[in-house]
């Protein structure tokens, strides 16, 4: 990996084994894109690629020049107003009012490694060799704000990360009213947009549109990432498949308010613009005050989607996620929300633990509903203390039973929330997100703390440190089940409240930074009502998070097939539960259930003494295979072999590292009457290794299951043989392929 700068072409080229990143500094001091594709040669000069010509109806900046309009220009950072009309990466409100700026080069550094984000998640290296940073300063002289530009390329793959710190070397105050962390301008417009949409229980569906002139654009204005649209990106050319073609991933590090746009022009360029929702964010940057953008990351591949996911996921895995379970394998836990709501006593969830640990479980995870006056969803948020008559030795005794049994303990709560019936809001009433003389909109009977108050977090912190702290607690459901109204602090002035959002997301973080390294241990898993901020940002922190409240197998094909395209799966928690499902009510066998949760994180959430013993004798060998199996499933190399969205059969599959185990999974939502002969094409395998189908017995060469294909159709469909088991809807099978060492 290298950055270069050639000073006679004012050219930088920031590239690796996979791409190239070359970048200019325009005649007006502006920096100017030139090149994001493919790794290609550096030379001295590529400035002839800087497109400019003259037109009609078009702005010049130079009066003697017909040919300079930023109009037509391909940029890193532009500002509109300034003969640039398409929408900018960055507004500044000055004092005198007006919104023109006009950043120009003032200087750039190369640093080996990657520097953190103060307080914020961000990708980062572990040694100097695996990354370079450049930081290329720009300077607006009348408002007096410096803008600096990260760019970093890592040694491995197709990525570059991106953000903007701001600083205000003037004496006046600048007001920030949009700050994008990336933006890309790119030569043509002949992409497909692929996005991850949906909404409560039905999150990452896959969605595909083709690019038209004007704005294509998605976004949340709901204080969290959203169920509604994930903070990714892909546009694609028209011919990209899974396997191979050109593609651009855009990921945004960030679990809040966001927008992620492109702007296809008269010209058919296209401008990406992902950062901080413009509409929702405002900083006021008094002089001397600095300000950080979040990171967006974007991946380039031209080996396929599946190529641009498989990178995505090495490094959210290995560079995003941090600490002690980033590289371990999840435990495997058994939740009881779904076994009994808000409906439990000490000794139901015992006996659970109980049945839970026969089966092999290692975690128990406790839900909603342990403590304050909480028996429904109408009391108790912001009162973190056992509630004594459920559980009379409180969470420490508790813990002590469960781990008396051979487990461990993990507990859920919801640190930004409180409903009005709790001690803790009776005592700060102004610690809610309202606006004054105006009423509070509530979401499932709750309110949302003002985060952006440090007092507010403080005291939420103190509470859930004195459980950690006196409490064997190893593992942390984080849940956040409402998105933010009236988004007002008390506590900021006038002309801070724009701050808000952003602010309330930085409480939040401050909040994980300091429980996730003051109790290293703890495994925390993110949730928000299921896929409501499934993001990086959260990554960062929680190296795993409740994918979807909808736990059914078929409706999470979909689900984590979708999550897939940019998040490892050792992030996608995924849990087994009972028929009929209770979002669906659809009836789905054990097995077809396990064998899709197994790609993820795994775990149970029923009542397991409520199953048969032929049940009970299953779900321990789904958990002996899920053990044996679960370093490929969780960290081997991910592929996408047929898709839910575009037909009756799901396959994906989990290759090892060192490709001697293979795990397939094959999934048909419908049986098929008579149906045709199917193979599925594998990827990933050695060409030349010997694997063992473990279902068949038989062996196969890796070119042959690539190339060939793994036989997946069945004899049942129409006309049973005797003694073989009719297959039915549903169904599903895994694949395991392993060379057997000699
Ligand atoms: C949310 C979560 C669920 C569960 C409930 C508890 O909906 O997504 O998994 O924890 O809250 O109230």
Redesign the pocket.
């Known amino acids: 990996m290298q950055i270069f700068y050639h000073e006679g072409s004012r050219t930088f080229h920031l590239c690796n084994d996979s791409i190239s990143y070359i970048m200019t500094i325009l005649r007006n001091g502006h920096l100017g894109q030139l090149y994001f594709g493919k790794r290609i040669q550096d030379k001295e000069d590529f400035s002839y690629l800087l497109e400019t010509c003259e037109r009609p109806m078009t702005s010049y900046l130079y009066e003697n020049d017909r040919t300079f309009s930023l109009e037509h220009i391909r940029q890193e950072y532009p500002v509109f107003g300034t003969t640039d009309y398409r929408q900018p990466a960055v507004e500044i409100l000055q004092e005198n009012g007006s919104r023109i700026s006009d950043f120009q080069y003032q200087s750039h550094e190369i640093r080996e490694g990657k520097p953190g984000l103060r307080g914020l998640p961000a990708t980062y290296a572990e040694e100097n060799e695996e990354a370079k940073t450049l930081i290329v300063t720009l300077y607006d002289a009348v408002s007096g704000v410096r803008a600096e530009l990260l760019y970093t390329i890592f040694a491995l793959g197709g990525v570059l990360a991106r953000s903007v710190r701001f600083f205000n070397a003037g004496g006046k105050t600048a007001y920030i009213t949009r700050a994008m962390s990336l933006c890309l301008d790119l030569p043509d417009c002949d992409y497909e947009w692929l996005q991850l949409s949906g909404c409560w229980a039905r999150e990452c569906q896959i969605q595909t549109r083709n690019l038209a002139p004007g704005i294509s654009s998605i976004g949340s204005m709901r204080g969290n990432s959203s169920h509604e649209q994930n903070p990714f990106l892909v546009l694609k050319r028209k011919h990209t498949d899974e396997r191979q073609g050109e593609a651009i991933g855009f990921s945004f590090l960030y679990s809040g308010n966001f927008r992620i746009q492109a702007e296809v022009d008269a010209h058919e360029t296209l401008r990406v613009l992902v950062g901080l929702d413009p509409e929702t964010f405002t900083w006021k940057l008094a002089g001397g005050e600095a300000f950080q953008t979040p990171e967006a990351v974007m991946v380039y591949t031209d080996q396929g989607c599946n190529h641009m996911s498989q990178t995505f996921h090495r490094l959210y895995q290995k560079r995003l996620a941090r600490g002690y379970w980033r590289d371990r394998p999840r435990p495997i836990l058994i ?1 009881n ?2 076994a009994t ?2 409906d439990f006593t000490e000794e139901r969830l015992v006996e659970l633990a109980k049945k839970a640990k026969e089966c092999g479980v290692e975690l128990f995870v406790l ?3 342990w403590f304050g006056a909480r028996s429904s ?1 109408k009391a108790g948020l912001g009162d973190w203390v056992a509630n004594r008559k459920r559980l009379a030795g409180g969470i420490a005794g508790l813990a002590e039973k469960i781990e008396g049994l051979g487990l461990k303990f993990g507990l ?1 709560f ?1 640190p930004e929330m409180v409903n009005k019936d709790s001690d803790f809001y009776r005592a700060h009433p102004d610690w809610i997100l309202s606006t004054p003389e105006r009423s509070a909109s509530h979401g ?1 009977y709750q309110y949302v703390l003002d985060f952006s108050r440090k007092e507010a977090v403080d005291a939420i912190y103190v509470q859930m440190a004195k459980i950690l702290r006196e409490a064997k607690v190893s593992y942390i ?1 984080w ?1 956040m ?1 409402r998105s933010i109204t009236e988004c007002y602090s008390a506590a900021l002035p006038p002309d801070r409240q724009g701050e808000t959002y952003h602010r309330y997301m930085l409480g939040v973080y401050a909040l994980y930074e300091r429980l996730t390294s003051e109790f290293p241990d703890v495994l925390f898993e993110s ?4 896929g ?1 901020r499934f993001d990086p940002g959260m990554l960062y922190y929680a190296p795993q998070g ?1 994918a ?2 909808n736990s059914d197998a078929v409706e999470r094909l979909k689900i984590q097939y979708g999550a897939s395209m940019c998040y490892p799966v050792s992030s996608i928690g995924s849990h087994v539960s009972v028929t009929p499902n209770h979002q669906v009510f659809r009836n789905t066998p054990l097995h077809t259930r396990a064998n899709v949760a197994c790609f993820g994180t795994f775990g149970y ?1 029923l009542d397991l003494n409520q199953l048969t013993k032929e049940e009970l004798e299953e779900v321990k060998e789904q958990i002996a295979f899920f053990k044996r199996y679960r370093r490929v499933l969780q960290f081997g190399s991910f592929y996408r072999l047929k898709s839910p969205f575009e037909g009756n059969e799901t396959v994906w599959m989990a290759v090892s590292e060192d490709q001697k185990t293979a795990i397939v999974g094959w999934y048909r939502v419908l049986n098929c009457v008579n149906a045709s002969y199917t193979r599925v094409r594998l990827q990933g395998l050695h060409p030349a290794y010997r694997y063992r189908n473990a279902r068949t017995g038989r062996y196969h060469y890796g070119d042959e299951l690539m190339h060939v294909g793994l036989l997946t159709s069945d004899e049942t469909a129409g006309q049973v043989p005797d003694g073989v088991e009719p297959y039915t809807d549903y169904e599903s099978r895994i694949y395991v392929l392993e060379v057997e060492e000699t």
Not at 527 to 530: E, L, M, T
């Open positions: 939740n929300w779904e709501y808000f839900d909603d509903g969803d859920w919801e499932r459901k849940d089940n949730c928000a009502s299921g409501g409740w979807s409240d959430e």
